[in-house]
């Protein structure tokens, strides 16, 4: 199966800085997830964007399939956007998702 | 609009008791179903997926089973728990096709 790295493993910010994560694919994907993870355990949907470049508010994601990798952008970062956050990857159909080991991020104030 | 029902939110059990944990999805048909697993608050591990009703698929041997009764419903069993199945457990769907997984709220499992 496909092996997902995510990179930095932890970063720490400012209120206001802005920063970037990323993630390299083993393998061609067709399915590509962005996630955070809150206090609680919860994974919020943040990107399904397996192509091409995705934003919401403060957010974006950018993925360049033919190259195996994808962006997860986070401008002017907010003490609440902390906590893990997780790509995720699949290129079969009907297996599952497989995870990267995931970005903490901690935003100071 | 699609829902995911994951419960109980916590749990503590001794070891070499039962487990039983249940995932019902709402509002949509003959959705893949999975069941994670997440140690020491990093990492998702896949232990189970399932295309259809009665089809599971393993993907790490281990002391945990997954049944899948019905269409929308997926249970993870285990006759005998050790202290290493404590973890946080995720149930997810997704549709056919590799399209967007979402995920059930957890469930936190002790074993003590």
């Known amino acids: 199966g496909i092996q997902v790295e995510q990179s930095p493993p932890d970063l720490i910010l400012q209120e206001g800085a802005n920063s970037t994560l990323r993630c390299n694919f083993s393998d061609s994907v067709n399915n590509l997830q962005w996630f955070h993870q809150n206090p609680w355990g919860q994974l919020i949907n943040l990107f399904y964007?397996?192509?091409g470049t995705k934003q919401n508010g403060r957010l974006s994601a950018t993925t360049v399939a033919t190259e195996r990798y994808s962006l997860l952008y986070i401008s002017s970062s907010q003490t609440t956007d902390s906590g893990v956050y997780f790509c995720a990857g699949g290129n079969q159909a009907g297996t599952a998702l497989i995870f990267g080991k995931g970005t903490t991020l901690s935003v100071s104030s | 609009s699609q829902t995911i029902h994951q419960w109980p939110a916590t749990l503590v059990q001794p070891v070499g008791s039962p487990l039983s944990l249940e995932c019902t999805v709402e509002?949509?048909?003959?959705?893949?179903l999975y069941w994670y697993r997440q140690a020491a608050g990093r990492g998702l591990q896949l232990l189970f997926y399932?295309?259809?009703?009665?089809?599971i698929s393993s993907e790490v041997p281990q002391n945990l089973s997954a049944s899948r009764p019905q269409d929308r419903q997926f249970i993870l069993s285990s006759k005998k728990l050790l202290l290493s199945d404590s973890g946080f457990y995720l149930c997810?769907?997704?549709?056919?096709?590799?399209?967007?997984?979402?995920f059930g709220q957890g469930t936190r499992l002790t074993v003590v």
């Open positions: 997810a769907w997704g549709g056919q096709g590799g399209t967007e997984a979402f």
């Open positions: 399932s295309v259809g009703i009665g089809q």
């Open positions: 964007i397996p192509s």
């Open positions: 509002g949509t048909s003959n959705p893949n």
